[in-house]
């Protein structure tokens, strides 16, 4: 039998409206992309160190984690850490500002 060896678990976080905003940017992506982000937050789920060149602290509870796309594009997916779980808030492809609803709904996350 295999075992999950997952150390931090990624959830999309839930808003009360019902809302999912990671997975609803997600869906907006092509599959190529979708996977590659996919592949990056199962290596931070199982804990591998990615370094700067893919994530970074950026406080306040919030951490960012970076893949690179197809096209020279890249994405940028913003997450929480809360009770050994990642929850994953907001994405943005190939913009340098973060939305300011992501640190809105970083507080919220850090609460699950």
């Not at 992506?29 to 590659?36: E, V």
């Not at 990056?40 to 306040?60: Q, S, V």
């Amino acid at each position: 039998m295999l075992t999950d060896k997952r150390k931090f678990p990624a959830y999309f976080l839930r808003l009360e409206c019902g809302r999912e905003p990671a997975r609803d940017w997600l869906e907006t992506l092509g599959k190529d992309d979708r996977l590659i982000i996919d592949t990056e937050i199962e290596k931070l789920e199982f804990g591998e160190p990615l370094g700067l060149t893919y994530g970074r602290r950026i406080g306040g509870g919030l951490f960012e984690l970076r893949s690179y796309l197809s096209g020279g594009r890249f994405a940028r997916i913003f997450y929480a850490i809360s009770r050994r779980r990642l929850i994953l808030i907001h994405g943005v492809t190939g913009s340098s500002r973060i939305p300011g609803e992501v640190r809105r709904f970083a507080k919220i996350g850090a609460r699950k």
